[in-house]
C-alpha cells in the first residue's frame, strides 16, 4: 500500500469535461466502424453533433460564464476553466474535422453506392435545377424574411442553432441603400432535406439540402444588386436555465419564461461554411462577440444532425440493425392479468429485450380498474403523446385519486413537461413539480388498490423513464412488486415528495439526498473491512457517469485494501484505474451499441450475501445531494441472478462494443483473442430474452 499518497491529489481524477470528450469521440468510433450497419453508422454520426451541440450549450457556456464573473471553479482534477476551455478548443476542432471527413469520404460515397444520393448543385442536371427552381419559388421564397444591416437594421437576433446564411453584396437597393451584409434566416418551418421526386432525379432515395436551394436562388432576394458571396453559419447559445427557485411564485411561468429566452442566450460557438472568407468570419464572431477560438469551419451542412431523417424516414433494412421482438414476461402478465401476475411474486424486466408493455398495462389497467382508489406517478422524461400520462388523466376524469410529480426541469423536456402537467392538471389530477432546490430523478409508480383482505399497494420502480420510444433504444431494468416493506417505502417517498416534514425512516429503499450516499461509503467500506481481514471482497457497479469524489476516494481506499473492483461507466468518469499503489485493483470499461446503456446496477459481495441494489442515480455530486432518487433492492435469489448477468457479468465477456479506460485517461477498444470470435453484449442479451 501506498501510504504517501493522498488521495487527493489532482493527479488521480480525471477531468469531468475533457473525459466527456472521450466518450463522444467513441460515439463517433460507432460510426467509423464498419462492422455497423451503414444507416446506423449514419445515425451515430448524427448522434455525436447532437451531444457536442449541448456540450457547448451547457458545460462550455458553463465555463465561460464562470470566466466573466471571474468565479473560477477548480475541481478535483486541479484544471482552471481557462485551461479546460483551451483543451476542450483543440480537441473539439480536431473532432469537428474528422467528423466532416467521415462524412464526404466514407459515408457519402457508401450511401451513394447503395443507391441514397446527396444531390450537389454543380452536379444537377437542367430537369433537377428546374424542380429546385419551381420548389424554391412555392415552398420557400414565400416564406423567407431577409434582413439587410445598416445602422436603422442592426445584426438580427439569431435563434440558437438554427440555419442561417451571411450574404455579401455589392451596389444599392430601391432605397439607395449600400449595404454590404445581409442575413437571410432559414425558416425552422421548412425541412433541411428534401426529397426529389424519382420522376425528376431517376433515384428513388435523392435528396437536395435546404442549404443548397435557397444559396442557388439568393439573388433573388436582392434584386438590383450583386450577390458577391453566400455562407451558411449558426450560432450555438447558451441554453442554461437561470430560474432563481427561492423568488419565483410559480414554476411553470418562470420556467416557461425561460424557454423562450433560451433561443436567444449568449453565444458559445459559431459555424460557418468552410469556404466562408476570413473578413465575414470575423464579422459574424464580432456580432456574436466571439473570438476565433470559438470559430468552427465545417465542410457541409452545419447541422449534422439533420441527416437524422434518413435512417429515420428510410425503409432500408437492409442498412439496419437487424429488427426484434421484445420478450413479454412468463405466467398471467403476458395474458394481461398484471394485478394477478404481481400479487403472486416480483417480475422484473429488462428493457429493450423485454417489452414495456406491461409497464403500460400496469398504469392502463390501474385507470380502468374500478377496484384502485389512488395512483401516485414520477415524471421525469416523458411524452406529451405517451399512453401512460393519458391514463393518468382518464383515472383522474373516473374519480380516482391520481397524483403526479411532474419534474418540469428535465433539461431539454422541460416543454414536453410542461404540456403533460397541464393536460393532468385540465382532468384533475393533483399535479406538483417535486421539491424546490432538487430534481425528482426517482422512477416510481404507486397503485392503492382494494382487495378482499383490505387495501393493498402495487410498485414499479425503474432506472429508467416512464417513455415508451427511449424504452426502445435505452437499457433498463424494472421492478413490478407488491412487497409489504418495499411499496410502504415508496409510499413513505411520495409523502416526503408532496407533504412537509421530516425525512422518514425507509426500510428496503435508499433514497437521495438523504441516505443514498452514506450507504454507499458504508457498503464499500464493509468490503474494506473484509479485504483487510483476507476475507473476498468484491465491488461492481454500473452506471452513467462517475464524479462523485469521496465515492471515488473510497473505491480508491478500497483498492488499496486489495478489493476487487469491476465498474461499467458509459459515459463520464474521473476516477483512473490502474494507478500503481492507487487503483491496480479497479477495472473499469465503457460499453457503447446499439442501445443506449442506461441501468444503474450496484454490487456488493457483502459477507457471501450479496447486496444488489437497481437504482435511477448515477454516483455524482448532484444525484447525491441535489436530486430525489432511489435504489431499491434485488432480494430474490434467482432475480439477484439475472441483474448481475444481465447488467454485469455479460458486459465484462464483450470484446466487440466494450472500452477499458487506462491509468492516463485513455479508452482501448476491446478485442477478441486471435481465435476468438468477437462477441457483443448486447446482442447476446437480444438472443437470451428477446423473441428473436
Known amino acids: 500500500m501506498a501510504k504517501s499518497i493522498s488521495l487527493r491529489d489532482p493527479g488521480l481524477y480525471l477531468n469531468r469535461e475533457l473525459n466527456w470528450l472521450a466518450f463522444n469521440e467513441r460515439v463517433?468510433?460507432?460510426?467509423?466502424?464498419?462492422?455497423?450497419?451503414?444507416?446506423?453508422?449514419?445515425?451515430?454520426?448524427?448522434?455525436?453533433?447532437?451531444?457536442?451541440?449541448?456540450?457547448?450549450?451547457?458545460?462550455?457556456?458553463?465555463?465561460?460564464?464562470?470566466?466573466?464573473?471571474?468565479?473560477?471553479?477548480?475541481?478535483?482534477?486541479?484544471?482552471?476553466?481557462?485551461?479546460?476551455?483551451?483543451?476542450?478548443?483543440?480537441?473539439?476542432?480536431?473532432?469537428?474535422?474528422?467528423?466532416?471527413?467521415?462524412?464526404?469520404?466514407?459515408?457519402?460515397?457508401?450511401?451513394?453506392?447503395?443507391?441514397?444520393?446527396?444531390?450537389?448543385?454543380?452536379?444537377?442536371?437542367?430537369?433537377?435545377?428546374?424542380?429546385?427552381?419551381?420548389?424554391?419559388?412555392?415552398?420557400?421564397?414565400?416564406?423567407?424574411?431577409?434582413?439587410?444591416?445598416?445602422?436603422?437594421?442592426?445584426?438580427?437576433?439569431?435563434?440558437?442553432?438554427?440555419?442561417?446564411?451571411?450574404?455579401?453584396?455589392?451596389?444599392?437597393?430601391?432605397?439607395?441603400?449600400?449595404?454590404?451584409?445581409?442575413?437571410?434566416?432559414?425558416?425552422?418551418?421548412?425541412?433541411?432535406?428534401?426529397?426529389?421526386?424519382?420522376?425528376?432525379?431517376?433515384?428513388?432515395?435523392?435528396?437536395?439540402?435546404?442549404?443548397?436551394?435557397?444559396?442557388?436562388?439568393?439573388?433573388?432576394?436582392?434584386?438590383?444588386?450583386?450577390?458577391?458571396g453566400c455562407y451558411q453559419f449558426r450560432i450555438t447559445r447558451n441554453s442554461e436555465l437561470y430560474v432563481d427557485e427561492e423568488e419565483v411564485e410559480d414554476l411553470m411561468i418562470a420556467l416557461e419564461d425561460e424557454l423562450y429566452a433560451r433561443n436567444y442566450g449568449e453565444a458559445v460557438r459559431l459555424e460557418v461554411a468552410d469556404n466562408c472568407p476570413m473578413d465575414v468570419a470575423r464579422f459574424l464572431l464580432e456580432q456574436c462577440e466571439l473570438g476565433e477560438a470559438d470559430l468552427y469551419q465545417v465542410m457541409g451542412p452545419v447541422n449534422l444532425n439533420r441527416l437524422m431523417m434518413i435512417p429515420a424516414d428510410l425503409e432500408r433494412a437492409d442498412l439496419k440493425y437487424p429488427?426484434?421482438?421484445?420478450?413479454?414476461?412468463?405466467?398471467?402478465?403476458?395474458?394481461?392479468?398484471?394485478?394477478?401476475?404481481?400479487?403472486?411474486?416480483?417480475?422484473?424486466?429488462?428493457?429493450?429485450?423485454?417489452?414495456?408493455?406491461?409497464?403500460?398495462?400496469?398504469?392502463?389497467?390501474?385507470?380502468?380498474?374500478?377496484?384502485?382508489?389512488?395512483?401516485?406517478?414520477?415524471?421525469?422524461?416523458?411524452?406529451?403523446?405517451?399512453?401512460?400520462?393519458?391514463?393518468?388523466?382518464?383515472?383522474?376524469?373516473?374519480?380516482?385519486?391520481?397524483?403526479?410529480?411532474?419534474?418540469?426541469?428535465?433539461?431539454?423536456?422541460?416543454?414536453?413537461?410542461?404540456?403533460?402537467?397541464?393536460?393532468?392538471?385540465?382532468?384533475?389530477?393533483?399535479?406538483?413539480?417535486?421539491?424546490?432546490?432538487?430534481?425528482?430523478?426517482?422512477?416510481?409508480?404507486?397503485?392503492?388498490r382494494r382487495e378482499a383482505g383490505g387495501l393493498k399497494r402495487y410498485v414499479h420502480l425503474s432506472t429508467g423513464n416512464y417513455n415508451p420510444r427511449t424504452a426502445r433504444h435505452y437499457t433498463d431494468f424494472g421492478l413490478m412488486t407488491a412487497d409489504e416493506t418495499i411499496t410502504a417505502d415508496v409510499h413513505r417517498v411520495f409523502q416526503q415528495l408532496t407533504g412537509l416534514g421530516k425525512a422518514l425512516k425507509l426500510k428496503k429503499v435508499v433514497q437521495a439526498p438523504f441516505h443514498l450516499h452514506k450507504r454507499l461509503l458504508r457498503l464499500i467500506r464493509h468490503e474494506i473491512k473484509a479485504a483487510k481481514a483476507g476475507e473476498p471482497a468484491l465491488i461492481r457497479a454500473k452506471m452513467n457517469q462517475l464524479t462523485e469524489p469521496r465515492l471515488i476516494r473510497e473505491l480508491y481506499k478500497a483498492s488499496q485494501a486489495g478489493v476487487q473492483i469491476e465498474l461499467v461507466v458509459r459515459g463520464i468518469c474521473c476516477l483512473r484505474p490502474g494507478v500503481p499503489g492507487v487503483s491496480e485493483n479497479i477495472r473499469l470499461r465503457s460499453i457503447l451499441g446499439r442501445f443506449l446503456e442506461h441501468s444503474r446496477v450496484y454490487y456488493f459481495h457483502h459477507g457471501g450475501d450479496p447486496k444488489v441494489y437497481l437504482a435511477s442515480a448515477d454516483w455524482m455530486q448532484r444525484n447525491m445531494f441535489r436530486r430525489i432518487e432511489v435504489a431499491f433492492p434485488i432480494e430474490d435469489e434467482a432475480l439477484r441472478a439475472r441483474v448481475i448477468e444481465e447488467g454485469l457479468d455479460v458486459h465484462f465477456r464483450d470484446t466487440a462494443n466494450a472500452w477499458d479506460l487506462g491509468p492516463e485517461g485513455d479508452y482501448r477498444r476491446v478485442g477478441p483473442g486471435e481465435e476468438e470470435k468477437a462477441f457483443v453484449s448486447q446482442q447476446g442479451l437480444l438472443k437470451s430474452l428477446s423473441e428473436g
Not at 103 to 119: D, K, M, S, T, W
Not at 194 to 208: C, K, T, W
Open 323 to 448: 429488427g426484434f421482438m421484445p420478450a413479454m414476461p412468463t405466467g398471467p402478465i403476458r395474458h394481461g392479468e398484471v394485478f394477478e401476475a404481481i400479487g403472486q411474486g416480483t417480475v422484473l424486466m429488462h428493457h429493450p429485450y423485454q417489452s414495456f408493455f406491461p409497464v403500460l398495462e400496469f398504469i392502463r389497467q390501474a385507470a380502468a380498474d374500478p377496484n384502485v382508489l389512488a395512483i401516485k406517478q414520477t415524471l421525469y422524461r416523458s411524452d406529451p403523446e405517451s399512453p401512460i400520462p393519458q391514463a393518468l388523466a382518464e383515472a383522474a376524469r373516473a374519480g380516482k385519486e391520481v397524483t403526479a410529480v411532474v419534474e418540469l426541469r428535465a433539461r431539454f423536456d422541460e416543454a414536453f413537461n410542461i404540456a403533460i402537467a397541464n393536460r393532468l392538471q385540465d382532468a384533475g389530477a393533483h399535479v406538483l413539480y417535486g421539491v424546490m432546490g432538487h430534481k425528482t430523478h426517482a422512477k416510481m409508480s404507486l397503485v392503492v
Open 28 to 228: 463517433l468510433a460507432m460510426a467509423q466502424d464498419e462492422r455497423v450497419p451503414l444507416l446506423e453508422r449514419l445515425k451515430f454520426l448524427c448522434i455525436s453533433s447532437t451531444n457536442l451541440d449541448e456540450f457547448f450549450e451547457i458545460r462550455v457556456a458553463r465555463l465561460k460564464h464562470e470566466i466573466a464573473l471571474d468565479a473560477e471553479q477548480i475541481g478535483p482534477d486541479g484544471m482552471r476553466p481557462r485551461e479546460v476551455l483551451g483543451e476542450i478548443g483543440e480537441r473539439c476542432s480536431a473532432f469537428v474535422q474528422e467528423q466532416y471527413r467521415l462524412l464526404n469520404e466514407v459515408i457519402i460515397p457508401e450511401l451513394a453506392e447503395q443507391g441514397v444520393r446527396f444531390l450537389k448543385r454543380a452536379d444537377w442536371s437542367a430537369r433537377q435545377r428546374a424542380w429546385v427552381e419551381r420548389y424554391f419559388e412555392e415552398e420557400v421564397l414565400p416564406v423567407l424574411s431577409p434582413m439587410g444591416i445598416d445602422p436603422v437594421h442592426p445584426f438580427p437576433r439569431v435563434v440558437n442553432k438554427s440555419l442561417n446564411f451571411v450574404v455579401s453584396l455589392e451596389g444599392k437597393d430601391a432605397f439607395g441603400r449600400a449595404s454590404r451584409m445581409a442575413v437571410v434566416p432559414a425558416p425552422r418551418c421548412l425541412p433541411r432535406l428534401i426529397q426529389v421526386p424519382r420522376e425528376v432525379s431517376g433515384g428513388a432515395h435523392d435528396y437536395v439540402f435546404l442549404s443548397s436551394v435557397i444559396h442557388a436562388h439568393v439573388d433573388e432576394l436582392f434584386a438590383g444588386m450583386s450577390v458577391t
